[in-house]
């Protein structure tokens, strides 16, 4: 019978070094083929013994397939580690379709329990080999510190040649906290491998990234690689263009660059400069060190960790931001911080990364279904609209519509997620054709964030952050249809040059407006919906009549100034400012159509150099016979300029080949000169004598040719009219069977209009 002592449990405290191991995926290869895996494992366990033995170690029992086994240091631990990879990657596995071996070290005091081991060391080396890739050797914070000691490396030089990568703090399963977990690295390991398995790839609060971040993957990668030096990268872009979206994806892309975390905070709900610290303190989980300021403690942590901070929506908070960051983040530090503002923070250190809407498919070209499919902006429509409808599918049948509201929106992602909210209960036919009441029709639910519940509440957040002058500017400029100058900007408000450059910049930072350099002349572009909203204030502050008034008036003297440059050297430079307004002054003709038609017919005959020069004839005949159709059956008062249109609309009629309306308009303008008592416009005489030559009557056509001739030669006459009228009558008698007299006339057209920049293409030509 054993005595009492002989039964009790001998227990003793021990330092050591551990080394666990585990071979990937066995429990399927014993499934498949159990013979040969127990032939494979008996080579296995032959090399794990040998590697453990040659390092000075000793097995402690097997774990399954596994080992576990104590050496003195972890020196000794990490050689044997490495010779068991080594050896294994020389053998051949195929029968069991090979064979991988994971492997992890740690070292403290444990209990020797009867030979056995016990104690949180082996606790920790057990998950930390779970978190292992076949392959790999993983070390804990503790086991490297004592390899890299002068006391490990004393006895082994051949160890110098290893070294660690820093993989970051993980959270393991069964563990309380967090552990640093480093990848032993050696010249003849493989050295890439995923991120551990732990519980998650890296620790923080990083919100969960369940939806994919479409059409910015260029973006994103370039956001990657600012956040590999130094410095502070702001987002910045309009509400609802998705800037929070793509920080938290450019998190997830770099957690396993930051191995003390990526953490987010939301400055959204912060209201003032002194809880901005203390945000983002709670926000990392740390309490303030005592006798120190948040700052300090940010500051501390900050510069002796490798993190990454994302601050969302700092706009509102942009200086304090700004100083708040100058103070935690020090030189040298290997924290980065990432900010999303609708405003730049102004830092030095700050690297600024707008966000623009994704691409239309209206700018990418999308003609087809499929087209439409590989536009970012219908798939993000798309997968928004399958989450609100599980059986909703772009068709044949729907995809026009789904382009045509992700047009509308201007891809604006938060429009579009709206937007596409709504086929729960609506076609999308029925939201495109709503949208013009953009505002009401795009809501979501209550769950949503508030800024972001409705489209109109998060442009309220970007307006209110304006000065008093630049929310007045932003509505004015709801009146313009396109892009626009410094110049048109100034002729819409009453404040002087400089101070609408700063009413500018300030829309410009606040992402309320875009800029373009391309051109020679800066110009600045406002988006749909963007100007829909500002409508709606400019509304609501009853401004629309004033801003429609000055509109008018800027493009109308824009119009009069075309039809001055007309006839004069550098034309072409008024010329193309009007091409380049057309839209505008389209706008200004549709305001004067609806309040003084004779406005719009100024318009309209004002820029008659521009319908004949840059090809736009249908235009021109378009705007006329919009204000003969505005005017209806009620006799317009009868006026020089009325006649001037009427002259000028029968020419664009004749040009474009239709003989007959060219004559009604200008048989109209001689009769309404007639009742006047005025004598008619030389060129609608000219024209109307070419129209009887080539219908058949050539001497009603010169008749009515040399009678023009002669009101033009007056010395009252313009040149527009005595040039044309020459051309003309030139024309008109080569056909009549006089060239020669005819060429002599064209010639002396010629030499008058070489003295302009716009008529001597068309005099050349006959």
């Known amino acids: 019978m054993a005595s009492t002592d002989e039964r009790q449990t001998s227990v003793e405290q021990i330092d050591v070094a551990i080394l666990f191991t585990d071979i990937e995926g066995s429990t399927a290869r014993w499934d498949a083929d159990a013979d040969a895996m127990r032939e494979q494992l008996a080579r296995h366990d032959a090399v794990l013994t040998q590697s453990i033995l040659e390092n000075e170690g000793q097995v402690v029992k097997h774990t399954g397939d596994g080992f576990l086994a104590r050496f003195s240091s972890s020196a000794h631990a990490a050689a044997a580690a490495i010779s068991v990879q080594l050896r294994l990657a020389d053998l051949d596995f195929s029968a069991v379709g090979g064979l991988k071996v994971r492997a992890a070290i740690d070292v403290g005091a444990v209990e020797n329990r009867n030979g056995d081991l016990y104690g949180t060391p082996l606790n920790r080396c057990a998950r930390l080999m779970d978190a292992a890739h076949g392959g790999q050797v993983l070390a804990s914070e503790y086991a490297r510190d004592d390899l890299l000691s002068a006391r490990s490396l004393r006895n082994l030089e051949d160890v110098a040649s290893i070294d660690f990568a820093d993989l970051g703090l993980h959270r393991l399963k069964g563990l309380a906290r967090p552990q640093r977990v480093f990848q032993v690295l050696h010249s003849q390991l493989p050295q890439a491998f995923p991120p551990p ?213 201007d891809g604006l992602p938060l429009a579009i997620e709206l937007a596409a909210a709504r086929v729960e209960v609506m076609s999308l036919h029925q939201i495109a054709a709503r949208l013009d009441d953009r505002f009401r029709l795009l809501q979501a639910g209550p769950d ?24 007045r500017l932003f509505s004015h400029l709801s009146v313009l249809a396109s892009g626009f100058s410094l110049e048109t900007a100034i002729a819409l408000t009453t404040s002087d040059e400089l101070d609408v450059i700063d009413q500018l910049g300030e829309l410009v930072q606040n992402s309320m407006l ?69 839209p505008d002054l389209r706008r200004a003709f549709e305001y004067a159509l609806s309040s003084d038609p004779s406005v719009a017919v100024s318009i309209a005959t004002d820029l008659y150099a521009l319908w004949i020069v840059r090809d736009l004839v249908a235009d021109g005949r378009r705007w006329l016979n919009e204000i003969a159709e505005a005017m209806g059956d009620t006799r317009p008062e009868l006026s020089a300029d009325l006649i001037r249109a009427l002259d000028d609309a029968g020419t664009l009629a004749w040009m474009m080949g239709n003989v007959e309306d060219a004559e009604r308009y200008i048989e109209s303008a001689l009769e309404i000169a007639e009742e006047m008592g005025v004598e008619p416009p030389p060129k609608a005489l000219v024209r109307l004598g070419s129209i009887r030559s080539l219908a058949g009557d050539p001497a009603e056509g010169l008749r009515l040719c040399n009678l023009a001739r002669d009101m033009a030669l007056r010395d009252d006459a313009d040149l527009e009219s005595l040039m044309v009228v020459e051309r003309t009558l030139g024309a008109v008698l080569a056909l009549s069977g006089a060239p020669a007299e005819g060429a002599e006339i064209c010639e002396r057209a010629m030499s008058r209009a070489r003295e302009t920049d716009l008529w001597l293409a068309s005099a050349l030509t006959n």
């Open 448 to 471: 949503q964030d508030s800024r972001h519940r409705t489209l109109i509440a998060t442009l309220d957040w970007s307006y209110e952050h304006l000065s008093n002058d630049a929310q």
């Open 197 to 409: 398995r732990s519980l998650n790839s890296s620790i923080g609060n990083l919100p969960i990234d369940a939806n994919p971040v479409l059409g910015r993957d260029d973006l994103i990668a370039r956001v990657g690689e600012l956040l590999e030096t130094p410095g502070i990268v702001t987002l910045i872009g309009s509400g609802g263009v998705g800037k929070t979206s793509l920080a938290i994806r450019v998190g997830h892309e770099v957690a396993v660059r930051f191995p003390d975390g990526v953490w987010f905070v939301d400055l959204a709900p912060v209201h003032d400069r002194r809880s901005m610290a203390a945000a983002l303190i709670r926000s990392m989980g740390l309490a303030r060190r005592s006798g120190q300021t948040l700052e300090a403690t940010l500051r501390d942590v900050l510069s002796s960790r490798q993190a990454l901070l994302i601050i969302d929506n700092a706009e509102h908070l942009a200086e304090a931001t700004k100083d708040l960051v100058n103070q935690v983040l020090v030189h040298g530090s290997p924290s980065r911080l990432l900010v999303t503002s609708r405003i730049p923070l102004g830092s030095s250190a700050e690297t600024k990364i707008r966000v623009e809407p994704l691409l239309t498919p209206r700018r990418v070209g999308v003609r087809t279904m499929e087209d439409a499919l590989l536009s970012p902006a219908v798939q993000l429509f798309v997968e928004r609209a399958t989450l609100a409808r599980p059986s909703f599918a772009l068709s044949e049948e729907n995809f026009a519509d789904a382009v045509a509201i992700c047009d509308e929106l």
């Open 514 to 582: 875009a800029v373009d350099h391309s051109a020679e002349e800066i110009r600045y572009r406002m988006i749909e919906t963007m100007r829909d909203y500002a409508a709606l204030r400019l509304e609501e502050a009853g401004g629309t009549g004033d801003a429609r008034a000055r509109h008018l008036r800027h493009f109308r003297e824009l119009a009069a100034a075309l039809r001055s440059a007309t006839w004069a050297r550098r034309a072409l430079s008024t010329l193309d400012r009007c091409r380049l307004e057309l």
